[in-house]
């Protein structure tokens, strides 16, 4: 007999038919407009042979070679052992190394998207248990926004991610607003994806409307399709990682011809002046006008001139994606776009200003935010130790050592046990090469995992987990206003078990099993945390009891929050003094002398042009003269479901697609369809060619979360056959303020392959030993 049941991911909310346990297919929810093709691609990847059946212990661990030393981690075969024997190992290693080296040497950061599900949230179960254990060392911001995240407080204030409720709605942008800038543009792929779930994917129908209403959109960015061809957006091919100096310009042009509203600029910011000497060259002698940009972008005179005019002529949004900041000095194009949107006098106007992120998840754009659910409890970390989340390898290489981060210095804590549950490092990070190296240093690592991809074969304890189809929970995605019940589809495949499972019977030997479950099981907890989030709710807003919700397949609706919200510049434009902003100055820092007073060589106190360390005019473009863009793949989240049948269709003779200019292609002899060799000096992939003009001259495109497959695993510098593009970007700081990842500067070239057949391994297991 045929059942049907809700399921919700990262990538929308489906209904899972199952047979006998079987799962036999994922259909969208007839309700959503754009249902994502990832959902039903993951009926191939629920029990493939990746899965991790048992647990399992790296065999050069077990035997107790000198840990830390022999340098097998990644390469070496696994012994499957029980479940008692794998707690029994990873209790004991938790207890020596506090034990010996003190709570902080153990690494929780575990930074990671895990799997949709309040209460199964990896991060939040693994950091509750490690706390609990005695503390741990975190991490702090995230790989996606970690420049935007540092760099915004100080300059409109507010909470990191407060942003999200303070730019304007699509549908304001519909009414309101004439003419949209969207530096990274606005790619559509990503609306795939909403944290935490989504019912209905919106962004599509929304940027539909607002072309409807005759708004026109500009595409900044060396990729065409990062704008949906019905936006019919102008499109503007930079130089990567130069949208700081075509900013600059732009503000230049306005500057010299009247084009900005003085009035706001002297109410509502702070340092305009200091800022505009810069812009006129007053200290460096360089004058940062069209012309001077012209050289650096590639983008014409004419254009920048253009730009600026309509900027200030017309009602106006200035847009930045994430990919920009993710990049050498990835603060300053988003410091610079506020600063572009306050000279366009369009901040804190319906539907006009500045927002960040517009088509980078469903919900930006789409709501505010909604009533809140109540999660799982955090227990406080007794150790304060934290590291800037994308310093790992430095960590690990350089204990001890001290670096840089927003106006603190820090000292890199020795890490002795690394415990990751719910991310992949080894898609993640940046030049993988390096992080193997690192990797060797640790005495232990644990890893709890779905599926053998790389992270797992790099582990010393891998715990099989069971995934989101396997467990009971429920979903409520990121301002989405859908609560969606997740009863269980299938039994965990092997002996796999709950995050949660794992971590109450490893408290239960560690002496602390009461403290972690609240005596609740895992049925009770979901329960608890629905029934919690009922009873908070407010003004007249209901929701049904948890039985009644657990049987509807839609799920059930809590209310969107609607504003003023704190930080608004439509309140700052009205009256600075009685709505200031969270800022120093309680204005708009054009100069920040916070960050001034930092004296950082790579941030200073406002708005700089700083050349990249690898872009297309560095010297180094001789050697390799092709920009890797590595973007968000459309076919899968990040490597989740890189196994599963959508992906897997995308591949070129097993490979990740790398799209090339036809320009390029042809002087290298490419064609489509052919196995190619992207390299420089960190490594080199495989990965199969589509040629295309939507990609400018000078930039390759090969998007992030192919499982890292290196030849010879373990071993740095070999190369990757199945095209994860971490195996060539570079590990470097965006500056000392954030020191978030710099994936998007990195120098290729690329050549056709006429290597060996090298076989794709990155689906197939380690070598097991029973
Ligand atoms: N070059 C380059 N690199 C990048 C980026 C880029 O643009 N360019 N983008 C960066 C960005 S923005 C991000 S957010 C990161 C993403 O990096 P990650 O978030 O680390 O990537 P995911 O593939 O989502 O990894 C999630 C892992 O958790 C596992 N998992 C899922 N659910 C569960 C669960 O319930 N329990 C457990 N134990 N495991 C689970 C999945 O199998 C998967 O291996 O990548 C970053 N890396
Ligand atoms: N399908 C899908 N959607 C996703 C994700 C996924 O893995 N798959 N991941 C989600 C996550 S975690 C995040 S953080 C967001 C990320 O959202 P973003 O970081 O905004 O997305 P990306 O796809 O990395 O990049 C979008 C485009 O930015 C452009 N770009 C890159 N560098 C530059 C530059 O220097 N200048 C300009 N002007 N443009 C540049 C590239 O052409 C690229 O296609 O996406 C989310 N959405
Ligand atoms: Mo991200």
Redesign the pocket.
């Known amino acids: 007999m045929e059942r049907r049941v809700p399921v919700a991911t990262h990538w929308g909310s489906f209904v899972a038919v199952v047979d006998s346990g079987r799962l036999l297919r994922l259909e969208p929810r007839g309700d959503d407009p754009a249902p994502s093709p990832i959902g039903p691609g993951m009926v191939a990847a629920a029990e493939d042979a990746a899965r991790v059946r048992h647990p399992a212990v790296r065999k050069g661990w077990l035997d107790g070679l000198p840990r830390g030393r022999e340098g097998a981690r990644g390469s070496d075969a696994f012994v499957e052992v029980s479940w008692d024997d794998a707690l029994s190992m990873v209790s004991e290693e938790l207890r020596r190394v506090r034990g010996q080296y003190g709570d902080s040497a153990v690494f929780g950061g575990s930074?990671?998207?895990?799997?949709a599900?309040v209460f199964?949230n990896?991060q939040s179960q693994l950091q509750r248990f490690l706390a609990l254990g005695g503390g741990y060392t975190d991490s702090r911001n995230?790989?996606?926004t970690a420049a935007l995240e540092v760099i915004l407080p100080h300059v409109i204030g507010g909470a990191p991610w407060s942003y999200q409720s303070r730019m304007p709605l699509w549908h304001e942008i519909a009414e309101s607003c004439e003419f949209v800038v969207a530096f990274g543009g606005l790619a559509l792929k990503n609306s795939q994806i909403n944290p935490g779930g989504l019912a209905r994917h919106r962004t599509r129908e929304l940027q539909q409307r607002c072309r409807d209403a005759g708004v026109r959109f500009v595409n900044v960015s060396p990729i065409r399709s990062d704008t949906a061809d019905f936006l019919d957006a102008q499109w503007v091919p930079v130089v990567p990682n130069t949208d700081t100096a075509l900013m600059l310009a732009i503000a230049h042009t306005m500057l010299v011809n009247g084009w900005y509203d003085a009035d706001f600029l002297a109410r509502c910011c702070e340092g305009f002046d200091r800022f505009t000497s810069y812009l006129t060259g007053d200290g460096d002698g360089v004058v940062k006008d069209a012309r001077w940009a012209a050289a650096i972008t590639g983008v014409e005179r004419d254009t920048i001139i253009d730009l600026s005019r309509r900027l200030f002529a017309q009602r106006s949004l200035v847009m930045v994606n994430?990919?920009i900041q993710?990049a050498d000095h990835g603060e300053q194009p988003v410091w610079m776009s506020v600063v572009l949107a306050a000279m366009a006098g369009s901040l804190g106007r319906p539907g006009c200003g500045w927002g960040a992120g517009y088509a980078t998840m469903d919900a930006t754009g789409v709501a505010p935010g909604r009533r809140s659910v109540v999660s799982v409890p955090r227990v406080e970390n007794p150790v304060t130790d934290f590291i800037p989340v994308a310093r790992i390898a430095d960590t690990l290489l350089e204990p001890g050592s001290t670096i840089d981060y927003d106006g603190q210095r820090l000292t890199l804590p020795h890490l002795r046990l690394i415990y990751w549950?719910?991310?992949?490092?080894f898609?993640?990070?940046?030049d993988l090469h390096r992080l193997t190296r690192a990797w060797q240093r640790p005495e232990t690592v644990v890893v709890?995992?779905?599926?053998w991809?790389t992270?797992a074969k790099f582990a010393d304890i891998v715990l099989p987990?069971a995934?989101?189809l396997e467990r009971d929970d429920f979903a409520a995605g990121f301002c989405d206003p859908h609560l969606v019940a997740m009863p269980k589809v299938r039994e965990p495949v092997g002996e796999a078990r709950t995050?949660h499972q794992i971590f109450a019977a490893l408290s239960a030997r560690l002496g602390y099993a009461r403290e972690f479950t609240q005596g609740r099981s895992e049925s009770e907890w979901v329960r608890h945390l629905y029934e919690r989030t009922r009873a908070d709710l407010r003004d007249g807003a209901v929701l049904p009891d948890f039985d009644d919700f657990w049987h509807r397949t839609l799920g059930v609706e809590l209310p969107l929050l609607s504003g003023p919200f704190p930080g608004s510049f439509e309140a700052l434009r009205a009256d600075p003094q009685r709505f200031p902003l969270g800022t120093p100055s309680g204005r708009i820092e054009i100069f920040s002398a916070e960050i001034d007073s930092f004296g950082y060589d790579d941030c200073a106190g406002h708005p700089m042009w700083f050349e990249p360390v690898e872009w297309l005019r560095a010297g180094l473009a001789d050697r390799y003269p092709l920009h890797l863009i590595?973007?968000?793949p459309a076919s899968r989240?990040?490597?989740?479901y890189d196994n599963g049948g959508h992906s897997l269709k995308s591949k070129i003779h097993g490979r990740e697609p790398v799209t090339i200019n036809p320009q390029d292609a042809s002087s290298r002899g490419i064609e489509s369809g052919m196995i190619v060799r992207v390299f420089n000096d960190r490594g080199s992939c495989l990965a199969g060619a589509i040629l295309s003009d939507a990609v400018m001259p000078g930039v390759l495109q090969l998007s992030?979360?192919a499982w890292w497959d290196p030849s010879r695993p373990g071993r740095s510098g070999t190369l990757d056959r199945h095209g994860n593009?971490?195996t060539l970007?570079g590990d470097r700081g965006c500056s000392r303020l954030s020191q978030g990842?710099s994936?998007?500067s990195a120098l290729v070239d690329i050549e056709v392959y006429e290597g060996p057949a090298e076989t794709v391994l990155a689906f197939t297991p380690p070598h097991l030993e029973h």
């Open positions: 930074y990671g998207w895990a799997s599900g199964h990896a995230t790989y996606s994430y990919a993710r549950c719910g991310g992949n490092p898609h993640h990070h940046q709890h995992e779905a599926w991809n992270t987990a995934t989101s995050d590595s973007n968000q989240l990040h490597s989740q992030t979360g593009p971490n970007t990842p994936a998007h």
